[in-house]
Nanobody, 129 residues
């Protein structure tokens, strides 16, 4: 069974940058679309970004478009989320998740949590001056 572990969270000041990592094991990462989600206290889990299994397709929430960049290295079983121009509203626990969509299906992914079957434990991102 696929397992995901996030890392790279921490405390940054407004305007700062951070790169989150998602390490996969137990299955071939190249068969899965990957999504990044976040959840702040008292709020619903929110889609941030996603990337298709081969990396050819990406999506971003309007709130992060132009500031965040998702990427993957299937040979290393790694997915990344580069976050620039961070603001206090970005404070949340960030999760990566996997959706089984082999490359033959097409360069698709979703930024809603429903289709995702595998989830990491989350990493805390706090943006504060």
């Amino acid at each position: 069974q696929l397992q995901l572990v996030e890392s790279g969270g921490g405390l940054v000041q407004p305007g700062g940058s951070l790169r989150l990592s998602c390490a996969a094991s137990g299955s071939r990462l190249g068969d899965y679309a990957i999504g990044w989600f976040r959840q702040a206290p008292g709020k619903e889990r929110e889609g941030v970004s996603c990337i298709s299994s081969s990396g050819g397709g990406t999506k971003y929430a309007d709130s992060v478009k132009g500031r965040f960049t998702i990427s993957r290295d299937n040979a290393k079983n790694m997915v990344y989320l580069r976050m620039n121009s961070l603001q206090p509203e970005d404070t949340a626990v960030y999760y990566c998740a996997a959706d089984l969509i082999p490359p033959a299906v097409g360069p698709q992914c979703a930024i809603v949590p429903g289709p995702y079957d595998y989830w990491g434990q989350g990493t805390q991102v706090t943006v504060s001056s």
